[in-house]
């Protein structure tokens, strides 16, 4: 098979959610499809004992030490997919975020009965801010939940993107009769705890069943609603990120599953070219080329090894090949290659652009660095920052190790795991993450790689905005409103919270306050 053929069989994408709406459930299910594992229904594990291939990195947090994402892969209808997992729970951080860099596309789920939550707007916000499309997912649908125009009606609110049912629901929970499936023209009709039945709309007048039903013929209604007010359908928009198409169903049942992974299979982009120095690197590029989005230590605590998780961009990978890390122009082989496969990893020969692997680090990739092979020189575009929102003090617990201490922060804000600002006025370190489990994990390594124990003090949440340099008057600010400074030495403050924000704002208009990061 060609490389252009190889590409073009790429799916790759990951799924969002808030906790509980259902993402583990799905991705089981969708496993199933792969035939990757045999049996649903071992979901959270509760009864079974066991765990969801998903859930791995809930074993890994219980063992003490970080979490992994890991990459599901399997052939699907002739398509090659990867599964991105991104942690749910309070997991969150930094890697989170940096694991929607290394997708083409995303599926969010949502809860029915519950709308859009917290998490969801967070990852949401990435996804947008990054033009992927997204896909999403009412799930629950067996459940009594709030009104499917209601549900457009907030996301389209809260989320600010253009909704496009693909599908349209007739009831639900115990009324709950099927959907129209808007993409195939068909009504797929639901019989609780049997298989789902597929009838093409030219054949439903021979299921009065259905047609005599006052709830099918009120669900008739509103799509006919949605057809005339509702917003044009554009694969242009899909692509773009401006538009969600919308499908309901039930991870659990499973209702709507099939039918929502065949349209998503269809439309989800495969690898799309990247922005790099150079302009845009094309997937099919005969030359190798690939960017490094997360760094796991410690994935085997007997081993200590480091794994450097890679996206490849273009050209094909074979194990064993040498590439070139961009930065510093050196040499690299990669003979030590494995694919994440939830909690086994295997050894991978060959890869494309689309797919993820795991290779060996020997102390020598950082967040954001570019492989490659062939005569050209070029880095892929920088990874974004994403915004700490709790910061934390941090000091040596013993002072004899400041050496250790020195050396272990220096080398984790390298390598990603947490950022780092210096007060101005004392020079204290000053910690900066998206979620707390960033913390544990850093303490974590701080004591078992750099033999350097921390003691942490929560300063609590902060909104930060940079000043420039000659603005960073240290007499307007207090330890309520922190002058500090980036890893570039650039000054910033940390403020309190919103209130303080734009009471500074009032009572110094001049002083020009920078929001870095382009999710707020
Ligand atoms: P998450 O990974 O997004 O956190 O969610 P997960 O799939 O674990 O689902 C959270 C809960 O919601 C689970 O119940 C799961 O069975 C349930 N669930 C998922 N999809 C559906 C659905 O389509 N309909 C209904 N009614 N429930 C659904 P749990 O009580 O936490 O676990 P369990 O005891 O049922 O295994």
């Keep these: 098979m060609t490389i252009q053929e190889e590409v073009k069989k790429r799916k790759t994408f990951a799924i969002i959610s808030h906790p509980d709406a259902g993402k583990t459930t799905m991705t089981e299910k969708l496993l199933l499809y792969g035939n990757l594992i045999r049996s649903a229904g071992t979901v959270k594990g509760k009864k079974s004992g066991k765990f969801a291939t998903s859930d791995w990195m809930e074993i890994e947090k219980q063992r003490g030490i970080s979490v992994t994402s ?27 975020y940096r694991t929607l860099t290394a997708v083409d596309s995303v599926v969010m789920i949502i809860d029915s009965t519950k709308g859009i939550e917290a998490q969801t707007i967070k990852l949401f916000k990435v996804c947008r801010m990054r033009g992927i499309p997204i ?23 809260v989320l600010e993107i253009d909704t496009y049912p693909m599908n349209w629901p007739a009831g639900m929970g115990k009324g709950f009769l099927g959907i129209f499936d808007r993409d195939n023209k068909q009504f797929v009709q639901h019989h609780p ?66 039918t929502f992974f065949n349209s998503f299979i269809r ?8 922005k790099s120095t150079k302009g845009a690197v094309d ?21 200590r090894d480091r794994i450097a998780f890679l996206r490849v961009c273009s050209g094909k990978f074979t194990r064993g090949m040498s590439v070139q890390l961009a930065r510093t122009g050196k040499e690299l082989k990669l003979a030590q290659s494995q694919q994440m496969v939830a909690s086994s990893r295997e050894t991978i020969e060959e890869a494309y652009a689309g797919d993820i692997i795991g290779i060996y680090d020997p ?19 920088e990874l974004p920052q994403f915004p700490p929102e709790i910061f934390k003090k941090v000091m040596a617990k013993n002072a004899l190790k400041s050496k250790q201490f020195r050396k272990g922060i220096e080398q984790l ?17 000053i910690l900066g993450a998206v979620g707390e489990l960033q913390y544990q994990v850093f303490t974590y390594r701080m004591e078992n790689e750099y033999n350097a124990e ?36 650039q000054p910033l403050v940390l403020f309190r919270n919103e209130f303080a924000l734009n009471w500074f704002k009032d009572k110094n208009p001049d002083i020009e306050l920078i929001d870095l990061f382009e999710t707020n």
């Design 267 to 274: 439309l989800a982009p495969s690898p799309a070219p990247r």
């Design 363 to 381: 102390n020598a990739y950082q967040i954001g660095d570019t492989l490659l092979t062939g005569k050209e020189k070029y880095e892929f575009d």
């Design 135 to 157: 896909f999403t997912f009412m799930n629950k649908l067996d459940r009594e939940g709030k009104e499917p125009l209601a549900l457009l009606e907030e996301l389209e609110e």
């Design 454 to 489: 921390v003691i942490m003090e929560p300063i609590g949440e902060r909104i930060p905005r940079w000043l420039k340099p000659e603005q960073a008057d240290a007499s307007l600010f207090d330890s309520g409103n922190l002058l500090v400074r980036d890893r570039h030495d």
């Design 413 to 429: 804000v390298q390598e990603g795991a947490i950022q780092l600002f210096r007060d101005k006025l004392t020079d204290s370190f």
């Design 283 to 303: 997937p099919q590029e005969a030359d190798f080329s690939g960017f490094i989005f997360k760094i796991q230590a410690n994935m085997n605590p007997a081993h």
């Design 193 to 258: 705890g049997a298989e789902e039945t597929y009838i093409p709309y030219q054949e439903l007048e021979n299921h009065p069943e259905l047609t005599e039903n006052g709830t099918y013929q009120d669900a008739l209604n509103e799509l006919e609603l949605v057809e005339e007010a509702g917003n044009t359908y554009s694969e242009e928009a899909i692509l773009n990120g401006e538009l969600t198409p919308v499908f309901f169903g039930s991870a659990l049942s499973p209702f709507g599953v099939q």
């Design 70 to 96: 890991s990459v599901m892969n399997f052939q699907y209808e002739g398509f090659h997919i990867n599964i991105l997992d991104t942690p749910g729970h309070e997991d969150f951080s930094e890697d989170t």
